[in-house]
């Protein structure tokens, strides 16, 4: 192989430069051209594949910056869609006039559906990403647990939904029974994705700054974090000390939760609690969901999770609850939401991030040259040797009508009665949280921000240099 192409598609999260530069890093080594797609699937629809060659004489562009956040080459939502043969056969010939020997698209599952019907036409690895951190397998038999049944049909019994997934063959719905299996760390494809580790700093510090203003002005404080229908980033930010989280991998007890405000507002005469976006109510529905509102690829926009809580809790708990001992003026003046929102996906990332982003993407460049046609570059983790890469099929987390599910937090990971991370949650956690902050993270803060040099420099765009080297296809 002498020249691969690279992209990154879906969400941003803070450690794609860091995978693009573990990539070309690598190819530089064994002497491979690497072409970045602009803006992600975007660029293979765009008859002049619009791209931009990452290390002419295999050395890497200036650019490239592992420590800065985004993607330089850009990302989008465009869908992939595998029935359409015409548009997947022009992208093969543009490819080939490019001569693009192989693809590593930087994504998650979302991406991993898009490029199966790539890998039919060229070689395809998936070097993961996303804050989300739902590109993965809690054991490597779940893909097969999925089961097809038509829209209208009630399940009974089966009682987890994927709400998310865009069935191309028509109106399908995916369920599985809620897993009761005893659960091993070890046991897990794909332990965490990069990204997750910098949108859990954030989250888990915007709960911590949260609470000393809940606490002050006797308030509930309501943080809603991002990850849809996953709850890893709820859980991660347990770090921040909320009191009570809610995740959306188990149905809500509004009735439980609002006595345990109770317990907890008697006390301390505040409350911080985190929700993430995609929780549901105690029939399964969303809270947040946005009615018929889906974003390009096809996923379900998710937004109001928090304010639909806040309204519950307002009802549930009423103006004299606050008024009768002088807390506050009303119910509606004392609970209060915030979302940690896209600043939970941007920014430098994390030491963690960092570092296995850019090893994920070197071992992409060497899993295309291995002969990989449709694989997946992965982070696996066990107690004997912690995390250590690994190389998988594609194949193995799609299941029997080939599609690939988001992974939900394993349900043991969280305690539902006390509201917060369970023992093997917090065993979860551990591995990836410990030293994952560097001292060189901890530097850019000390000099970043209140550098001088901002208050009279305007904000330089990587996109105003890349802009240079674009080059399109037939130009
Ligand atoms: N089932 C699917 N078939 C084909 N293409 C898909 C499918 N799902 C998503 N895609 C495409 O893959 C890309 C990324 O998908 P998506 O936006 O869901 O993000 P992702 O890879 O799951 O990452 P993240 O969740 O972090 O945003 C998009 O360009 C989308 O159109
Ligand atoms: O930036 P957008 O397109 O609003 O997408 C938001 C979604 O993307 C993610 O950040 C990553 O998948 C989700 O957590 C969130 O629901």
Redesign the pocket.
Known sequence: MKRIGILT?????PALNATIHGAVTRANQRRVEVVGFIK???SLFNPRVPHVVLNPLYTTIPELDPTCGGTLIGA???????DDHESIALIADRLKQLRIDGLICI???????????LSESLPTVLAP????N??GLNYPSEPNEWQRVPMEQSHPGLVEKDS?????EGPFQYVRKTSQRSFDLEQMVNYVTP?YATSVYVSASGVQRIRTTAESHRRIAIVEVMG?HSGYIALGSAFGQPDLMLVPEHRMNLDGLVDRIQEIYDLQKHCVIVCGEGIIDEHGKDLGAEEQST?????VVLSGASEKLRNLLIAKLGDKYFTSRRRNESAKAAIFTRKIGHTQRGGRPILFDRFYASQLGGHAVDMLLEGFINGVAILNWNREKGFHLGSVQANDFRDRWG??H?RKMHESFYDAKNFRPSQIGIDYLLPIFTNCVGADDVEAIRTGLFNSGNLVRSYHSVNVDINKRIRFLGA
């Open positions: 598609a879906g969400g941003d999260t992600g699937f975007s989008s939502r465009d869908y992939v869609d595998a994504g998650g599952d979302g991406t991993l559906n898009g490029m199966q019907a990403k996303t804050i989300d739902d590109l998310e997934v865009v069935d191309p990204g849809r974003d390009p690829a096809g996923n599609l690939i988001a």
